[in-house]
């Protein structure tokens, strides 16, 4: 089993930063993936930013690149995203997940393991 604990949500102004947390207990399989998602109201889960295996690759979504960053803390067992330059349509409960295998990261089939999420407000 692994456990996910997500941290770091809030409320920030358009164009302001958030660091995110997801701390990961449990049996880590080194062949990996780590997934960002969100989900707005009414919209369906996407997958925002993934990082496979500690540092090897990483993909984002093209609504986030060049402003969000995954990282990954090995020691540690926790995977970051830094927020940067947030837009209105950056809201939405923020969810990290885990999958013993690599893929298409940025899709949740096939993840089967996440955090309970944590809420992130952007206002004007």
Known sequence: ?????????????????????CAASGYIDSFNCMGWFRQAPGKEREGVAAIYSGGVSTSYSDSVKGRFTISEDNAKNTVYLQMDSLKHDDPGIYY???????????????FHY?????????SS
């Open 1 to 21: 089993q692994v456990q996910l604990v997500e941290s770091g949500g809030g409320s920030v102004q358009t164009g302001g930063s958030l660091r995110l947390s």
């Open 114 to 122: 996440w955090g309970q999420g944590t809420q992130v407000t952007v």
């Open 96 to 110: 990290c997940a885990y999958r013993p295998s690599w893929g298409d990261c940025l899709q949740k089939s096939g």
